[in-house]
């Protein structure tokens, strides 16, 4: 079992370049989200889907696009990167967006915009 | 919204004493509380949640927690600390409406001395 899926696990990108984070979860868990990760912050909420079709924005969603086309998958785009970027990224997925459902983290993806 | 305040951000013991991690917590209403722990390079893994019921929980890996209403706090402990213990651990707040509204604290890291 797999779990939650992330790729690329370490990228830089040049400010003003645009790429997309994968992440692929294999439980069919309704619910899945995206958090970045900053020395001294903990975790903040960027976006999440609640099933497929359905998105909407967490706390920190500026600069940052998603889309739910299948259960599976929920990429993250940056379009335009920029230095404030440089974070640590995580998706995450639960069996639906009740809270107290467990959620379940991919292992980070590692992303330095210069 | 709710938070959560990790007052320590660097603890050090030393194996086999006693760890108690501190988190307190802002919520209007009964909180769903969680530990998680992060080892270097690594996704979160859950130790524990608390939802309703007993205040003492039981968590994985020798970990337990106590609710304490009084003081809104939910505090990690273990009665005897591993080398492999060394790792960042994360409280987490739920609203009780969804897994979208959950906030995490800064993190404390954990050195553990031979």
């Known amino acids: 079992n797999a779990g939650v899926t992330q790729t690329p696990k370490f990228q830089v990108l040049k400010t003003g370049q645009s790429m997309t984070l994968q992440c692929a979860q294999d439980?069919?868990?309704?619910?899945m989200s995206w958090y970045r990760q900053d020395p001294g912050m903990g975790l903040r909420l960027i976006h999440y889907?609640?099933?497929?079709?359905?998105?909407d924005q967490g706390e920190v969603p500026n600069g940052y696009n998603v889309s739910r086309s299948t259960t599976e998958d929920f990429p993250l785009r940056l379009l335009s990167a920029a230095p404030s970027q440089t974070s640590v990224y995580f998706c995450?997925?639960?069996?639906?967006?009740?809270?107290?459902?467990?959620?379940?983290f991919g292992e980070g993806s590692w992303l330095t915009v210069v | 919204a709710q938070s959560v305040t990790q007052p320590d951000i660097h603890i050090t013991v030393s194996e086999g004493a006693s760890l108690e991690l501190r988190c307190n917590y802002s919520y209007g209403a009964t909180p769903y509380l969680f530990w998680y722990v992060q080892s270097p390079g690594q996704g979160l893994q859950l130790l524990l949640k608390?939802?309703?019921?007993?205040?003492l929980v039981q968590g994985i890996k020798g970990f337990e927690a106590e609710f304490k209403r009084s003081q809104s706090s939910f505090n990690l402990r273990k009665p005897s600390v591993h080398w492999s213990d060394a790792a960042e651990y994360f409280c987490a707040v739920g609203s009780g409406v969804n897994n979208n509204d959950m906030r995490f604290g800064a993190g404390t890291r954990l050195t553990v001395k031979p």
């Open positions: 995450a997925s639960s069996f639906n967006g009740g809270s107290g459902n467990t959620i379940y």
């Open positions: 889907s609640v099933g497929a079709g359905i998105t």
């Open positions: 608390y939802f309703s019921g007993d205040t």
């Open positions: 439980m069919n868990h309704e619910y």
